[in-house]
């Protein structure tokens, strides 16, 4: 019982951290651009799309799970090792689902341009099909990989912090 009541105080708050940054990120982006909220969610799911939006957010609240939990095991070496090794992995996915979304959408691009006859009459149906394939794929690039990284840093840092409290640094073999 200790376990799941652990489990769920971690997930809770790893998810309260995302649902913040959410939320801060959408008013930040409401205030630069004078948009709202549900113009912003609505473009996000128009040009991103479902699918890429709910894996990013499952990869996201995973690395932030593994982030928390690394933060609770404070002087436990091999738990600590085993929550960054994981977290890493995580946010290295973020990159790798910006990059697989990236050739999905210029597959599908390209793929829109087998299947049809280029004639005047055509081309603007056929561009703005392309535009919008090649929006998905590049957008998830922008979003994704910036995001990725930002995720690694904050978990070498923090790793990197924990390992210094539990380690001393020493000079020389003195302490």
Known sequence: MRVLTDIFATGSQAASYVMGAIVLGAAGLAALWSLRIDDIAGWAFDVLGAGFVGLLTLL????????????????????????????????????????????????????????????????QAIIRELTASFSLAFMTTVIGLPLSAALRTVLVVVHGKQRLQTRPLTVSGKV
């Not at 990159?95 to 006859?117: D, E, H, R, V, W």
């Open 60 to 123: 996201v609240l995973g690395t932030v799970y593994c982030l928390v939990q690394l933060r609770r095991v404070r002087g436990d070496d091999e738990a600590a090792d085993f929550w960054f090794l994981t977290g890493m992995q995580l946010a290295s996915g973020v990159a790798t689902l910006a990059l697989t979304y990236t050739l999905f959408g210029i597959s599908l691009g390209i793929g829109s341009l087998a299947g049809q006859a280029l004639t005047p009459e055509t081309v």
